[in-house]
T-cell receptor
Framework: DAGVIQSPRHEVTEMGQEVTLRCKPI?????LFWYRQTMMRGLELLIY????????DSGMPEDRFSAKMPNASFSTLKIQPSEPRDSAVYFC?????????????FGPGTRLLVL | GESVGLHLPTLSVQEGDNSIINCAYS??????FIWYKQESGKGPQFIID?????DKRQGQRVTVLLNKTVKHLSLQIAATQPGDSAVYFC????????????FGKGITLSVRP
């Protein structure tokens, strides 16, 4: 299995621009999670999906952030408009959702820099 | 609110020595715990897990200990190697929380040659 795939791996953009991050979870996993990691705040859960349906988006910072999961193999996290304080590493993770299989497997992350 | 926390921000050990990384959790309803390792420039990687009905679990060179009485979790790494240098996170799953994990802030393990 290729693991969780994220793209792009690095993104540099200017303030005000739209940013779209992409994730392909591990095949067969029913849960997908988006995290943001910064030195100051550590690893924060932004939103997670179960069977393509958003379950908890309480971690989404504000309306500039949105996430979708149109099918079981693809999810996007969009920031519009982006701001310098959005600079962080964004991780996608997936898990099986089966009983006693709560382990989340992380992708390599997207390193976002907003100038 | 209840959360997972780590006692020390950094830990420096001599190569070949054993390492012990500690984690305190405050939610007594958590029933599943995981240790992750994050190397520079990479995503967190699963190391080992343990359920609340156990107090010890061993893997290859790693052991996780769970003390539910004092809500304490530890990761022991035997014969620490330079490749073990990374940030380590503990995470907890609240029973019935639909696979949602709560992560601690992380501790850096630095291995001296």
């Amino acid at each position: 299995d290729a693991g969780v795939i994220q793209s792009p791996r690095h993104e540099v953009t200017e303030m005000g621009q739209e940013v779209t991050l992409r994730c392909k979870p591990i095949s067969g996993h029913d849960y997908l999670f988006w995290y943001r990691q910064t030195m100051m705040r550590g690893l924060e859960l932004l939103i997670y999906f179960n069977n393509n349906v958003p379950i908890d988006d309480s971690g989404m910072p504000e309306d500039r952030f949105s996430a979708k999961m149109p099918n079981a193999s693809f999810s996007t996290l969009k920031i519009q408009p982006s701001e310098p304080r959005d600079s962080a590493v964004y991780f996608c993770a997936s898990s099986s959702g089966q009983a006693y299989q709560e382990t989340q497997y992380f992708g390599p992350g997207t390193r976002l820099l907003v100038l | 609110g209840e959360s997972v926390g780590l006692h020390l921000p950094t830990l420096s050990v001599q190569e070949g020595d054993n390492s012990i990384i500690n984690c305190a959790y405050s939610n007594s309803a958590s029933d599943y715990f995981i240790w992750y390792k994050q190397e520079s420039g990479k995503g967190p990687q699963f190391i080992i897990d343990i359920r609340s009905n156990m107090d010890k679990r061993q893997g290859q060179r790693v052991t996780v200990l769970l003390n539910k009485t004092v809500k304490h979790l530890s990761l022991q790494i035997a014969a620490t190697q330079p490749g073990d240098s990374a940030v380590y996170f503990c995470a907890e799953n609240l029973s019935g929380a639909n696979s949602k994990l709560t992560f601690g802030k992380g501790i850096t393990l630095s291995v001296r040659p």
